[in-house]
């Protein structure tokens, strides 16, 4: 009975919206003279075949987001977690601090510090590792640099707690058996947090390949990636069906991705039952 | 001013993220048929409503610069005891569109009595061609005299039965002196060596469309399918090559100020507002574009306030005020080109400098020069899509 609310909200706001998503995926018809439905499994082909290189782009830009945000994180978490003593609570309100701001101004951002003429371009340029005349914005590489950013602190705050969560004991029992503390930290600390660097990943990834307000900020329309088709669908073509089918593929491909990711990993790590 | 532009172009990007979240909600406005809960009437009443509810687009009326007032927008409320309810809420038109066509679609009122869309895209014609606009009350409009000539008999309104206009601007290139010598022609922005990576292209496909449709030597005002693959050829070439770095919306502006851009291809009122000595807009060789944004009462508004507060527009005077701003009580004004005869000399008693800008206010050889899109290759899917494809895909 205490679930009825949950299950409840479930429904209205999940269910019932992704039902008629799917719906209107099979529908044929524009903006013009209305929408029917027709089993139209065309648009999903449509999808595939026309906008193949945009969901490539998605899950790659992802992905390297995610491995980025997760060698970026993992020192930081460890450090707070281990180090941080009285200051742990201060250390962490630091890396959720920026988030404070929302999303678009933080994008923003970026927009001024990778400018043309901005410090860091200028930098990159006197260390020949950009071209003089060339830049940094409207490139991958800012964009996958944005996305990273955005997405930090859902990768530091779940490799946080489970690091927070390994017993000091352990690791000082792996040193009396003669481990090093190298060793220590791969055979002990490392599998002990991988629920935290699953948890992590997960929530970094999925959110970052539907993610489109940095490839439309700080890409160029070659570094588009699927969630800006889907925008544009939506909102500038009215092609609704092609739109949901859209979404609907980009959904399937991350379910499957991340049945496989939980095969792999195996999923008590995924429940964080490890711990 | 640099803070205005700032504060608008955070505006426009909000909406970027904005429609982000009204994705459900164009869904869910998709789902259900819904009744009819205002059925349209013919017959107008005559009464003033208490408030006037007016959507419009960010940074499109006068403005006191310290207490960011309207000052056009109270004195209309002194007048006619009518509290306008102006709300910036418009960023671009088809999101707008996405967000009231769900309600207007099942019969429902938007809770606006005043929408402002552009007629270089779709969704003006859709607006009217759906029924979802009242006819304008046009007994309580006798200023229609003053509008302009060329604005009277639009396609999509051709005898102005639903729509007025409230301001409209050109379509050139714009350019940064301190980085490139004068950008003067379209080919010059799209195959200049020197300028690859640091120009925009619009993403407005009437806008950019007509630029280099007529840099081409075709008719933009009357589209084929040769002239549509031409030009959409030669702007896909520039974005393989790389000289295209961007398509916008007016968040260009900002960027050719900062120096990230050289030029770009550019609305004249943002470089009207900017007001920065270095940067420089000029209606291409070839010729540019022409714009209007256009007065609409959706389905379910009040026509009668609607249409009283059209006329009160429409007067010299206050257009003039709201065009050209007063720099004595610190009023900025729209800074685009005002539809209403009459308004130049208004303007020019308030502020000449405004009044003699030829961006503002231009000769009739600069209007010779600027050209109309196409209405129908607006509406034609095919072109839509593959314009789509190239700039978010």
């Given at each position: 009975?205490?679930?009825?609310?949950?299950?409840?909200?479930?429904?209205?706001?999940?269910?019932?919206?992704?039902?008629?998503?799917?719906?209107?995926?099979?529908?044929?018809?524009?903006?013009?003279?209305?929408?029917?439905?027709?089993?139209?499994?065309?648009?999903?082909?449509?999808?595939?075949?026309?906008?193949?290189?945009?969901?490539?782009?998605?899950?790659?830009?992802?992905?390297?987001?995610?491995?980025?945000?997760?060698?970026?994180?993992?020192?930081?978490?460890?450090?707070?977690?281990?180090?941080?003593?009285?200051?742990?609570?201060?250390?962490?309100?630091?890396?959720?601090?920026?988030?404070?701001?929302?999303?678009?101004?933080?994008?923003?951002?970026?927009?001024?510090?990778?400018?043309?003429?901005?410090?860091?371009?200028?930098?990159?340029?006197?260390?020949?590792?950009?071209?003089?005349?060339?830049?940094?914005?409207?490139?991958?590489?800012?964009?996958?640099?944005?996305?990273?950013?955005?997405?930090?602190?859902?990768?530091?705050?779940?490799?946080?707690?489970?690091?927070?969560?390994?017993?000091?004991?352990?690791?000082?029992?792996?040193?009396?058996?003669?481990?090093?503390?190298?060793?220590?930290?791969?055979?002990?600390?490392?599998?002990?947090?991988?629920?935290?660097?699953v948890a992590g990943t997960l929530l970094t990834f999925i959110?970052?390949?539907?993610?489109?307000?940095?490839?439309?900020?700080?890409?160029?329309?070659?570094?588009?990636?699927?969630?800006?088709?889907?925008?544009?669908?939506?909102?500038?073509?009215?092609?609704?069906?092609?739109?949901?089918?859209?979404?609907?593929?980009?959904?399937?491909?991350?379910?499957?991705?991340?049945?496989?990711?939980?095969?792999?990993?195996?999923?008590e790590q995924l429940s964080g039952s490890a711990v | 001013m640099t803070d205005q532009l700032t504060r608008q172009q955070l505006l426009k990007r909000a909406a970027i993220g904005g429609a982000a979240i009204t994705f459900p909600g164009i869904l869910a406005a998709c789902g259900s048929s819904g009744t009819k809960a205002s059925g349209g009437t013919t017959s107008v009443e005559q009464k003033l409503a208490s408030t006037l509810h007016f959507s419009n687009w960010t940074?499109?009326?006068?403005?006191?610069?310290?207490?960011?007032?309207?000052?056009?927008?109270?004195?209309?409320?002194?007048?006619?005891?009518?509290?306008?309810?102006?709300?910036e809420d418009i960023n671009d038109n088809a999101s707008f569109f996405g967000k009231i066509q769900g309600p207007l679609s099942r019969g429902q009122s938007v809770n606006r009595d005043i929408v402002v869309l552009t007629d270089n895209d779709r969704y003006l014609a859709l607006m009217i061609k759906k029924g979802w606009a009242e006819k304008l009350d046009k007994s309580a409009i006798p200023n229609i005299k003053n509008l302009v000539e060329v604005q009277r008999h639009p396609t999509f309104d051709p005898n102005r039965e639903y729509s007025l206009p409230w301001q409209s601007g050109m379509t050139g290139i714009a350019y940064n002196d301190k980085l490139t010598d004068p950008v003067l022609s379209v080919t010059d922005l799209l195959e200049n060596p020197k300028l690859k990576g640091k120009i925009t292209s619009l993403n407005s496909m009437g806008d950019a469309l007509t630029l280099v449709m007529l840099a081409n030597g075709d008719d933009p005002s009357h589209v084929t399918d040769k002239s549509f693959n031409a030009?959409?050829?030669?702007?896909?070439?520039?974005?393989?090559?790389?000289?295209?770095?961007?398509?916008?919306?007016?968040d260009y502006a900002p960027s050719l100020a900062k120096g990230d851009l050289a030029a770009a291809m550019s609305w004249s009122g943002d470089i009207a507002q900017i007001g920065n000595s270095h940067i420089h807009w000029n209606v291409p060789k070839e010729g540019g574009a022409l714009w209007t944004d256009n007065m609409l009462i959706p389905k379910g508004g009040n026509v009668y306030t609607a249409?009283?507060?059209?006329?009160?527009?429409?007067?010299?005077?206050?257009?003039?005020?709201?065009?050209?701003?007063?720099?004595?009580?610190?009023?900025?004004?729209?800074?685009?080109?005002?539809?209403?005869?009459?308004?130049?000399?208004?303007?020019?008693?308030?502020?000449?400098?405004?009044?003699?800008?030829e961006l503002i206010f231009p000769s009739a050889e600069t209007l010779s020069k600027v050209h109309l899109f196409d209405s129908k290759a607006l509406n034609n899917q095919k072109y839509l899509t593959q314009w789509q494809n190239l700039i978010s895909g």
């Open positions: 009975m205490l679930l009825a609310p949950g299950l409840g909200f479930l429904a209205v706001f999940f269910v019932v919206p992704l039902g008629f998503l799917g719906y209107q995926s099979l529908q044929s018809g524009n903006i013009d003279f209305g929408y029917a439905f027709t089993w139209a499994f065309g648009n999903y082909k449509t999808a595939v075949t026309d906008y193949r290189s945009e969901f490539v782009r998605s899950i790659e830009y992802a992905g390297i987001a995610t491995v980025l945000a997760l060698l970026l994180s993992y020192p930081v978490a460890y450090w707070i977690a281990f180090r941080g003593g009285r200051w742990k609570n201060l250390l962490l309100l630091m890396i959720v601090a920026p988030f404070f701001v929302t999303y678009l101004i933080r994008t923003l951002a970026w927009e001024t510090i990778l400018s043309d003429n901005g410090l860091v371009v200028r930098t990159l340029q006197h260390l020949h590792l950009v071209s003089p005349g060339g830049h940094l914005l409207a490139t991958s590489t800012a964009v996958v640099a944005g996305i990273t950013y955005n997405f930090l602190p859902f990768m530091a705050l779940p490799l946080y707690v489970s690091l927070e969560q390994i017993d000091q004991r352990l690791i000082e029992a792996a040193q009396d058996l003669y481990a090093s503390n190298w060793k220590a930290f791969l055979r002990v600390t490392v599998p002990l947090s991988l629920p935290g660097v959110p970052a390949a539907g993610d489109f307000i940095n490839a439309q900020l700080l890409g160029a329309p070659q570094n588009h990636m699927i969630g800006n088709v889907i925008q544009s669908k939506f909102l500038e073509l009215t092609d609704y069906p092609a739109a949901a089918a859209m979404s609907f593929i980009l959904m399937g491909a991350i379910l499957v991705g991340v049945i496989l990711y939980a095969r792999a990993v195996g999923t | 940074l499109y009326i006068d403005t006191n610069n310290k207490t960011h007032a309207h000052p056009s927008l109270d004195t209309f409320q002194k007048e006619k005891g009518v509290h306008v309810d102006y709300v030009a959409f050829t030669r702007i896909k070439k520039a974005v393989d090559d790389k000289q295209i770095r961007q398509f916008t919306g007016n249409s009283v507060y059209m006329n009160y527009v429409y007067e010299p005077s206050v257009m003039g005020l709201m065009e050209a701003g007063d720099p004595k009580r610190n009023i900025t004004g729209i800074y685009y080109i005002p539809p209403v005869i009459g308004a130049k000399q208004a303007a020019l008693k308030l502020n000449p400098s405004v009044a003699n800008n």
